[in-house]
């Protein structure tokens, strides 16, 4: 419940950030601190300096830049439920981020901490992997631009470098009858995923024209299930390639025993997640 | 480790206090404050014991820095009630049975305060989503549910009023 002691910043600044950031030794950036102060607390993580990224307004909200969604890095949970741009342009954002957590933790919890942290079992990683995201990071060199595919590369390890800071999230509008879903098994309300599967899907002539299928907490990292899109594109949705789908996804899978199951319920539960994912993304391209 | 001074308003009033960065706000309210309604029932984030309203937001207090209150306009359970009158959510509580040992009460009435803002007209479903954030070992929610409509129903009927 004690965390060590630390010192305390709060630039007003993303630049000021920066500075502190490649100045101070052993120092985090403070988001909503859902993820971090937990781990201080139990003395997991034991910083030096804390940097509160709180203070610096340009690192908040969602605007529209020609047929991109831009999102700032400090956008809290319960800001994405609400967006009407996120309803109308990138749905799927806003109906899974009420699976995340709960009304007060949405409240400080940030989309770019949920992403930066690189825990397995967070949800934004996947539904990243799915909506074909793109993040800024800034650091003393300037502003690059990763994209999610190729950005989760373990537990609680992305491509976010140390004297970086993860400024925005960039996702395509989707575009018109584009069908999403995300299915999350869950032990209870709050609780991170035992299985879940983030799904984008278009269909035209009764073909799969565009599929994605991510994958939460299956994995050391969030895991985009390429040999199963590859599977479907072009095909018509059938009840068998359905299957053959999360057979495929299934094989990328590489969980790790906890007490939310073993290797063998966690797979089984990774099809069961991908195909009810699909069917709903289906059942919504109409 | 130096204190870094915050000025917080909490239930109306001014604080100035030089505070460890690491206080978290739930201590800086039972200790320094001698605010000891917000409780304290887990270490992980998830009881919801210690919840406060912030800027507008309910916030567990566990789980944020006092520093980081610097400006902030925060409420506690204390600052419910107005000249001895209870709060629509207390006397909901209160009237439907809605808690036992009272240890979560504190928690769940800022918590009922607020969703009554985001959500003045709520399903039973909508109750019981919008409360996810706050356990409670006694009463099996069910009364707590009732509580909360009860106070959604007297808050719609004094507004009506005031019309």
């Known amino acids: 419940m004690i965390p060590p002691g630390f010192d305390y910043h709060a630039p007003r600044s993303v630049a000021e950030a920066i500075g502190l950031l490649g100045s101070l030794p052993d120092a985090k950036l403070l988001a909503g601190g859902h993820s971090l102060l937990p781990m201080m607390k139990l003395r997991f993580a034991q910083p ?35 967006s009407p741009l996120l309803q109308a342009k990138v749905p799927l954002l806003p109906e899974a ?23 397995p079992g967070n949800d934004h990683p996947a539904l990243m992997l799915a909506l074909d995201a ?47 879903a995300y299915a999350k098994l869950k032990r209870k309300t709050g609780d991170w995923a035992t299985a879940a599967a983030a799904v984008v899907l278009r269909m035209d002539g009764g073909k799969v024209s565009h599929v994605r299928i991510a994958l939460t907490n299956l994995a050391p990292a969030a895991l985009r299930a390429a040999e ?51 069917r709903q993304a289906a059942a ?3 | 480790m130096g204190k870094k001074l915050v000025t917080v308003k909490v239930n109306g009033r001014t604080v100035e206090k030089a505070v460890e960065p690491r206080q978290l706000l739930v201590h800086f309210l039972r200790e320094e404050c001698s605010l000891t309604g917000a409780h304290i029932g887990c270490e992980t ?10 800027d507008g937001k309910s916030v567990k207090s566990c789980t944020h820095l006092a520093v980081q209150c ?16 209870l709060h629509a959510v207390q006397e909901g509580f209160y009237k439907e049975h809605g808690l036992q040992c009272g240890f979560c009460t504190p928690g769940m009435l800022m918590r009922a305060y607020r969703f009554l803002q985001e959500n003045p007209n709520p399903t039973e479903d909508e109750v019981r989503a919008g409360m996810s954030g706050n356990l409670c070992r006694c009463t099996g929610y069910q009364n707590i549910v009732k509580a909360v409509l009860y106070a959604a129903a007297k808050l719609q009927a004094t507004a009506k009023e005031a019309a």
């Open chain 1, 97 to 119: 981020a009420k699976q995340i957590a709960d009304p007060q933790v949405r409240n400080r919890g940030t989309i770019g901490g949920d992403i930066a942290h690189g825990d």
């Open chain 1, 284 to 286: 919504r391209c109409q």
């Open chain 1, 48 to 82: 030096a300096h804390l940097i509160d990224l709180n203070r610096i307004d340009a690192l908040r909200g969602i605007r529209e830049e020609g047929a991109t969604v831009v999102i700032g890095a400090m956008t809290v949970e319960n800001d994405l439920i609400a």
């Open chain 2, 70 to 85: 610097e400006g902030s306009e925060v409420l506690t359970v204390e600052g419910l009630a107005q000249g001895g009158v």
């Open chain 2, 45 to 54: 984030s998830h009881c919801g014991a210690c919840t406060v309203d912030i």
């Open chain 1, 134 to 180: 793109t993040f800024t990071l800034e650091g003393p060199k300037g502003k690059r631009q990763v994209a999610a595919d190729g950005f989760f590369h373990g537990t609680y390890m992305t491509a976010l470098a140390e004297d970086e800071i993860l400024t925005e999230i960039r996702i395509p509008a989707c575009a018109p009858r584009t069908g999403h």
């Open chain 1, 228 to 278: 199963a899109e590859a599977a479907l594109l072009g095909q018509p949705l059938s009840d068998a390639a359905i299957a053959a789908a999360a057979t495929k996804a299934v094989a990328a899978c590489d969980p790790a025993e906890d007490l939310r199951g073993d290797r063998e319920y966690k797979l089984a539960m990774a099809g069961q997640m991908v195909q009810r994912a699909l």
